[in-house]
C-alpha cells in the first residue's frame, strides 16, 4: 500500500523516514522480472531464493515485518527514493554512481562477472571479444563495464531490459557471449538448455563493479542502515547466510 503523499510529507517536516512509521510492515523491493537462484517465483506462485530468504531473515534479525515487493529493475531506484519501497535487496552492486542518490548498507555478498558463450566457440577473453555479438543487461554494473572498458574494442554490444531475455538470446544464437553475474551464471549453466555452454571467462576487478552487493536504501534512512548492518554481520556470523547460500549455490558467497 503506497503511503499518502501528506503522509510523507508530514513524516519528513518531523524529521523521520518513511520507513519509521509505525505498524507498517518494511517493504523489501525486488525486481518484478524473475533472477534466479536469488529471486523467483515458486510452484505456488510465491517469491522464493536466496535473497528472498536471506531478506526474511534479516527481517527476522531486526524484530520487523516484512513483505516481498516485485519492481521492475529500470524504476527500483526511483521507487525507493518516492517511498514506495523501503529497501531493494536484488543483487545490487555498491557502486559510486548509485551512492550518489542512495544509500547502501554493507555488502552481504560478493560476485564476479562472467563471459558466457557456446563451448566450441573459438573466444579468447577479452582479446578476441570484437568480432562477436555481446549481449548485457542494462542499468546493470556489467553495462556500465561495457559502456567503459569494451565500447572501443567490441562492435555490437546490445543491452536487454531483462537478463532472462538475455539468456534466451544467447540460447537462440541471436547474442554469442554474453556478460553477467559469475554467480547466477552457475545456475544458469546447471540448465538442460544451457548445455554445450560455458564461462569462457571472468571480467578484470575494475571500478564499473563497485564494493560488493548491499541493499540499496533512501539517503537519511540512517536507523534502519544501522539496524540491517547490524542483522547482516550477525546471519554471517551465526551462519544463516552461510547455510542459504550453500542450499542455493553449493558455496559460501557471503565470506
Known sequence: MNRPLIALTAAAALGLSATAQAGEPLKIGIS??????????SSDGEWTGFEVELGMALCDAI?????????????IIPSLKAGR????????????????????SDPYYFSGSAYVAAE??????????????????????QATYARRA????????RLYDQAEQVNRDLLSGRLDVILADEIAMVEFLERDAAEGYEVKGIAPRHDAFGDGIGLGLRQGDDALRDELNAAIAEVRENGTCGTLSEKYFGTDICT
Open 150 to 157: 569494451l565500447r572501443d574494442s567490441v562492435d555490437d554490444i
Open 63 to 75: 524484530s520487523r515485518s516484512c513483505e516481498i515487493t516485485p519492481t521492475g529493475w529500470s524504476g
Open 85 to 104: 519501497i523501503d529497501m531493494i535487496m536484488n543483487s545490487m552492486s555498491i557502486t559510486e554512481a548509485r551512492q550518489r542518490v542512495i544509500d547502501f
Open 120 to 141: 566450441d566457440l573459438d573466444l579468447e577473453i577479452p582479446d578476441g571479444l570484437g568480432d562477436y555479438v555481446l549481449g548485457v543487461q542494462a542499468a546493470t554494473t
Open 32 to 41: 518484478a522480472e524473475p533472477y534466479p537462484p536469488f529471486t523467483y517465483t
